[in-house]
């Protein structure tokens, strides 16, 4: 795993807990409505996680944003 | 593999596919500017892959666009 990945992925991962805690949504509230384990949004909330596309989606739809909020944010990904 | 799901890996291939074609690259030319091969490229575009995190970001950093636009598609999330 390259560093940049890492921390990309600990970028998004903050972002989804500022969103959840937005919406004042637990992590038990996410995994209630999706097929994501509370223990699998917690690692992906770490950063720890190169999750898939479909998890992405899932996330989106508990969430209750359109897919593409959840990379609205800035991963550097041209400043390298 | 959920049918819904399927569905919206083909949905995201299909836009990658026109964002590619829209700048005049080729599968050959996306695959030369990102660990992502052209096979798996190939397979993604045709929505055969629920691909990582990782990946999304590489193809967004060899499309030269930010990964939240290629998210900026309708994947029909909530009108199920």
Redesign the interface.
């Known amino acids: 795993m390259?560093e940049l990945?890492l921390k990309?992925?600990q970028i998004?991962g903050k972002h989804v807990k500022r969103l959840r805690e937005e919406k004042g949504l637990s992590q038990d509230d996410i995994a209630a409505r999706c097929r994501v384990t509370k223990g699998s949004l917690s690692v992906i909330e770490n950063g720890n996680r190169?999750?898939?596309?479909?998890t992405?989606?899932a996330l989106?739809?508990a969430l209750?944003v359109?897919?593409?909020?959840?990379?609205?944010i800035d991963?550097e990904?041209?400043s390298e």
């Open positions: 390259e990945d990309r992925q998004f190169n999750f898939s596309f479909t992405l989606l989106a739809k209750e359109e897919p593409k909020t959840l990379l609205d991963f990904l041209f």
